[in-house]
């Protein structure tokens, strides 16, 4: 079975810009959460979609936003690229039917704001 | 808010020795918590999960145990390897942040051959 798949890698964009990131998440899982990871703070959730709806939002500006699509794939967005998002991006993914299941985390995209 | 902290920050042990890593919470309504591993560049594998309910979990030479009313989880580690190198990091899911994983910053370990 594939595991999560994030895409790119990495990215490099100027302050200013704007920014997205794709996710797949392993066959079957219908739960898709995008976390930020930093030196200084550490891993940071942003937000989880199940079923297209964003069903939890953790505490980050409104200038990061995100979808899911039908088959589960998800997008995060960042406008107004600041110096202080650059980070790694991960995505996570879970069957989201119960609190007990575990999550499957991707790579995670590397991004430089510049 | 929940906070998890985790002692030592990083860790280094000759080969062959048994280590713990400690993980502490501050709000012990959690429904589960969760052990990862990250490796340099790289995301974050599942290693254990422990149901709120359950006290330990086993897999290999790794065995992670939770004692919720004092807030701590251990994560034991037997007979330690070059390729367990890593930063550890424990993970709490609790009621006041629905499905949101509340994570500790880590625990680095280089175990020298």
């Known amino acids: 079975k594939a595991g999560v798949t994030q895409t790119p890698r990495y990215l490099i964009k100027t302050r200013g810009q704007q920014v997205t990131l794709s996710c797949s998440p392993i066959?079957?899982?219908?739960?898709v959460s995008w976390y930020q990871q930093t030196p200084g703070q550490g891993l940071q959730f942003l937000f989880e979609?199940?079923?297209?709806?964003?069903?939890n939002k953790g505490n980050f500006p409104g200038r990061f936003s995100g979808r899911q699509f039908s088959n589960s794939r998800s997008e995060m967005n960042v406008s107004t690229l600041e110096l202080g998002d650059s980070a790694l991006y991960l995505c996570?993914?879970?069957?989201?039917?119960?609190?007990?299941?575990?999550?499957?985390f991707g790579n995670g995209t590397r991004l430089t704001v510049t | 808010k929940q906070e998890v902290t985790q002692i030592p920050a990083a860790l280094s042990v000759p080969e062959g020795e048994n280590l713990v890593l400690n993980c502490s919470f501050t709000?012990?309504?959690?429904?589960?918590l969760q052990w990862f591993r990250q490796d340099p560049g790289k995301g974050l594998t599942s290693l254990l999960l422990?149901?709120?309910?359950?006290r330990e979990q086993t897999s290999g030479r790794l065995n992670a145990s939770l004692d919720k009313s004092s807030g701590r989880s251990t994560l034991y580690i037997a007979a330690s390897q070059p390729g367990d190198s890593a930063t550890y990091l424990c993970?709490?899911?609790?009621?006041?942040?629905?499905?949101?994983?509340?994570f500790g910053k880590g625990t680095s370990l280089l175990v020298t051959p």
């Open positions: 979609y199940f079923s297209e709806t964003q069903r």
């Open positions: 066959s079957g899982h219908r739960s």
């Open positions: 422990i149901q709120s309910s359950q």
């Open positions: 709000d012990s309504a959690i429904y589960n």
């Open positions: 993970a709490v899911k609790d009621s006041n942040s629905g499905y949101a994983l509340n």
């Open positions: 996570a993914s879970s069957s989201g039917t119960g609190l007990n299941s575990p999550l499957h």
